[in-house]
Nanobody
Framework: QVQLVESGGGLVQAGGSLRLSCVAS????????MGWFRQAPGKEREFVAA????????YYADSVKGRFTISRDNAKNTVYLQMNSLKPEDTAVYYC?????????????WGQGTQVTVSS
């Protein structure tokens, strides 16, 4: 099993920044993709960003490109999401996920989520 614990959420004004962290533990496998998703009230969960094991490949949703940056520290089993120029529409619960198949398509493990609220 894999456990994921997110942190760093909170309340911020529009235009501000937050940095989310997610620590993975357990049987993650030797290499794995990590990603961030979010779910706003009344909406479906949506993809935000993902990063390969080496960090050489990153993907972003169009809505966050140029504002959010995903990174990871494999020595700490941690993935980060630096969120800048936040907008009220970024308000959501943010979830960390792991894809042990490295395909960017099989998100088998999820964290409990951390709330991000952006006020206008």
């Amino acid at each position: 099993q894999v456990q994921l614990v997110e942190s760093g959420g909170g309340l911020v004004q529009a235009g501000g920044s937050l940095r989310l962290s997610c620590v993975a533990s357990g049987r993650t496998g030797s290499t794995y993709v990590m990603g961030w998703f979010r779910q706003a009230p009344g909406k479906e969960r949506e993809f935000v960003a993902a990063i390969s094991w080496s960090g050489g490949r990153t993907y972003y949703a169009d809505s966050v490109k140029g504002r959010f940056t995903i990174s990871r520290d494999n020595a700490k089993n941690t993935v980060y999401l630096q969120m800048n120029s936040l907008k009220p529409e970024d308000t959501a619960v943010y979830y960390c996920a792991v894809d042990p198949t490295n395909s960017f398509a099989h998100w088998n493990y999820w964290g409990q989520g951390t709330q991000v609220t952006v006020s206008s």
